[in-house]
């Protein structure tokens, strides 16, 4: 059964500061998702990755992907405030981590 | 508006009470699935439609729960005899299901409070 980690689960930032989000995954998937959610919102598709070393960039946000180590990276550059939300994972077709809630802070 | 739409947005019943969900994808989309989020939470999975086939039940669906999707359009989710664990909001997702891609636009969601 797939399952999806990430860390960490809380995020709070300094604005102009860098950070990376982490998705470990279980088992061996061929896609990797990236979403954000507002509060009370729905989810925003932001990156769609399908092969290891995939790396995609939108703003100040870059994701990547190692299907070796099971792993994706999401990293904030330079952070604002409206980067504020909590962004999801999922991997395969279907499955989603708890989320990392981040919080960027003046 | 060309998104997924969800109606209701809010729905409040009653213990024991059966509600229903509708969802309609973007025109083109074949694919269609179902997500149960609560607060703190990812979106778990429910099921999964490619056109008016439901292909993929999660196991921890119960048989309260039913899905359709007649014509291959629109879809609804059915839950019987409704319990406060119910409570939870309701995410439809579609995708053109394009080879290896299956990018998912989701819903605005209804929210199912059960008193």
């Known amino acids: 059964e797939l399952k999806v980690e990430q860390n960490p689960l809380f995020l709070s930032m300094q604005e102009g500061k860098n950070y990376t989000i982490y998705c470990n995954y279980s088992t061996t998937s061929d896609r990797l998702y990236w979403y954000r959610q507002d509060p009370g919102k729905s989810l925003e598709s932001l990156f769609v990755l399908l092969s290891n070393g995939a790396v995609k960039q939108e703003g100040r946000l870059m994701a990547s992907l190692d299907t070796k180590a099971r792993l994706s990276t999401l990293h904030i550059t330079a952070a604002v405030h409206d980067l504020s939300a909590t962004y999801f994972c999922?991997?395969?077709?279907?499955?989603f981590g708890d989320g990392t809630t981040l919080t960027v802070k003046p | 508006d060309t998104g997924v739409s969800q109606d209701p947005r809010h729905k409040i019943t009653k213990r024991g009470q059966n509600v229903t969900f509708r969802c309609d994808p973007i025109?083109?989309?074949?694919?269609l699935y179902w997500y149960r989020q609560t607060l703190g939470q990812g979106p778990e999975f429910l099921t999964y439609?490619?056109?008016?086939?439901?292909?993929?039940k999660s196991r921890l669906l119960s048989d309260r729960f039913s899905a359709e999707r007649p014509k291959g359009s629109f879809s609804t989710l059915e839950i019987q005899r409704t319990e406060q664990g119910d409570s939870a909001m309701y995410l439809c997702a579609s995708s053109a299901g394009h080879r290896g891609v299956d990018e998912q636009f989701f819903g605005p969601g209804t929210r199912l409070t059960v008193l």
């Open positions: 439609f490619q056109n008016e086939a439901q292909l993929e």
């Open positions: 025109s083109e989309h074949n694919r």
């Open positions: 999922s991997a395969g077709k279907s499955t």
